[in-house]
């Protein structure tokens, strides 16, 4: 990328920043460690003042370095992005020329169809019913297009798929990075696995129910190479969100604790103190030990403490990931997991490097 470009983006993100912390007063993010960001070499610089008291540049980019963590990973993406869609044209075209054809006449001589029939065009508007809003006969000519747009381009993606194993693509841009101190924290895969994965999640969230099979697969896949730690951030309009993160953790004090992870979002309609008793019963759990551990409120501090640095790194909801370092939000489909997993393997030589697959 053209360096005046890199710093005018640099210079971009500082000026959203500083507006954020105008525009949303007093930061509730508390500053210190674990953000591993870019900061500015004028730390000391002032660049504002309220009465007699300075406000210096260091102070602000210390209480923004989660929001500044995003943005670059944001920026990170699109560059990602970017490279591979150049990279993209770059080997259609030589494809092309060596055939002696343009990029659009070598597409279409790669196999498949174009052709687009009324069977194929209304089982689509039966399926889609519910978006359109009129008779299939005044939405039949779009939806043809429709279907057509979507053939050519998963035609496209098979070409480029074929194409990109033989020119492979070495990117060489480093992601932005949070640092995670994941010791002390529950673990399932191996200590020295290469890839961790470290979840910020909540019992009662269903989202995080729905990214369970998900990190399940991720498992099933990448065996010994992959590790999973927990870390609590129970959400405060779910009512049995902090005694379900106490019982879990009385549970780990008795080794147990993904078993009781899994039967918790098993089903999550047994939450209440007296179900989460009863769940560590039928797991073989000491049952006087549980539930003294979670009658006294064991391991209140701890859980907050995952809390507090889970808003420290700019966490605002459940589930959030951090792959080695890297953030992901939300319950992604497998796949996006995998592009950050795939390219962190290849960046740490544990893995035949998977350039060619794009990044989201």
């Known amino acids: 990328m053209d360096p005046s470009l890199g710093a005018r983006l640099h210079r971009m993100i500082r000026a959203l ?29 002032v660049v504002a003042t309220v009465g007699s008291r300075p406000i210096t540049e260091g102070e ?14 944001q920026i990170y993406a699109l560059k990602r992005k970017t490279i591979q869609s150049i990279a993209d044209d770059y080997i259609l075209q030589q494809a092309a020329n060596e055939s002696h054809l343009s990029v659009a006449e070598y597409i279409n001589r790669q196999g498949g169809t174009n052709a687009v029939s009324d069977e194929d065009a209304q089982k689509y508007y039966d399926q889609h019913k519910a978006q359109y809003r009129q008779p299939y006969a005044q939405v039949r000519a779009a939806i043809l297009d429709t279907i057509l747009a979507q053939r050519e381009q998963a035609r496209r993606q098979t070409i480029l798929a074929k194409l990109r194993a033989g020119d492979p693509l070495k990117i060489m841009i480093e992601p932005p990075r949070i640092e995670l101190k994941v010791e002390g924290h529950p673990e399932r895969g191996p200590a020295d696995a290469p890839i961790t994965i470290a979840e910020f999640g909540d019992f009662q969230c269903p989202f995080c129910n729905r990214v369970v099979p998900t990190l399940a697969g991720l498992r099933e ?18 009512v049995h969100a902090i005694d379900a993160a106490k019982a879990a953790r009385c549970a ?6 993904w078993e009781y992870y899994d039967a918790l979002f098993a089903d999550q309609s ?7 008793k009863a769940t560590a019963a039928r ?11 979670f009658d006294r409120g064991g ?20 589930p959030s990931f951090f792959i080695d370092g890297r953030p992901l939000t939300g319950a992604q489909p497998q796949s996006e997991f995998e592009s950050v997993i795939d390219d962190e393997l290849a960046r740490s030589g544990h893995a035949q490097a998977r350039a060619e697959v794009p990044f989201p």
């Open 60 to 73: 602000v980019e210390s209480r923004i370095k989660p929001q500044l963590a995003v943005m670059e990973s």
């Open 283 to 293: 797991l073989g759990l000491d049952r006087a030990k549980f539930a003294a551990c």
């Open 252 to 257: 780990d004090d008795q080794h147990k604790f």
């Open 221 to 238: 896949k990448y065996g010994d190479r992959l590790k999973i730690v927990f870390f609590d951030f129970p959400l405060p309009f779910h």
């Open 17 to 45: 920043a500083i507006v954020f912390v105008i525009a949303a007063g007093p930061a509730v993010i508390e500053a210190g460690q674990p953000v591993v960001i870019e900061v500015g070499q004028n730390q000391g610089k």
């Open 299 to 318: 391991h209140q501090e701890a859980i907050q403490r995952d809390a507090a640095q889970g808003r420290q790194l700019g966490v605002t909801g459940t």
């Open 270 to 276: 047994k939450l209440a103190p007296a179900d989460l």
